[in-house]
């Protein structure tokens, strides 16, 4: 069974770091593109960050390059994304997701809708 658990999540002052971890199980993380994305309250969902499993490029929005660093760690099946200098924009509930395996094209052009599988998400609050 596919299964993606988030953690990491909390309250955090502008300002601060956070790092989110994601748990897969039921599949091998490193033949799945991978990614983060957050929604807001009244927000559309947003994608943050992704790693392609074609080539392992790496992909960040515009709104967290040079602040937030995806990572994955194959032989923990774990996904990461180290949150640095965080600002209050930056609050909502975070999920990772996976879609594969064994995906061609890059990450950056996949949508939120096609990936298949999502965790429970994350909470993250940034206060001013």
């Known amino acids: 069974q596919v299964q993606l658990v988030e953690s990491g999540g909390g309250l955090v002052q502008a300002g601060g770091s956070l790092r989110l971890s994601c748990v897969a199980s039921?599949?091998?993380?490193?033949?799945?593109?991978i990614g983060w994305f957050r929604q807001a309250p009244g927000k559309n969902r947003e994608g943050v960050s992704c790693?392609?499993?074609?080539?392992?490029?790496?992909y960040y929005a515009d709104s967290v390059k040079g602040r937030f660093t995806i990572s994955r760690d194959n032989a923990k099946n774990t996904l990461y994304l180290q949150m640095n200098s965080l600002k209050p924009e930056d609050t909502a509930v975070y999920y990772c997701?996976?879609?594969?395996?064994?995906?061609?094209?890059?990450?950056?052009?996949?949508?939120?809708?096609?990936?298949?599988?999502w965790g429970q998400g994350t909470q993250v609050t940034v206060s001013s």
């Open positions: 039921g599949f091998t993380l490193d033949r799945y593109v």
């Open positions: 790693i392609s499993s074609s080539d392992g490029s790496i």
């Open positions: 997701a996976a879609i594969g395996p064994d995906v061609q094209v890059m990450c950056s052009i996949i949508k939120s809708y096609e990936y298949g599988y």
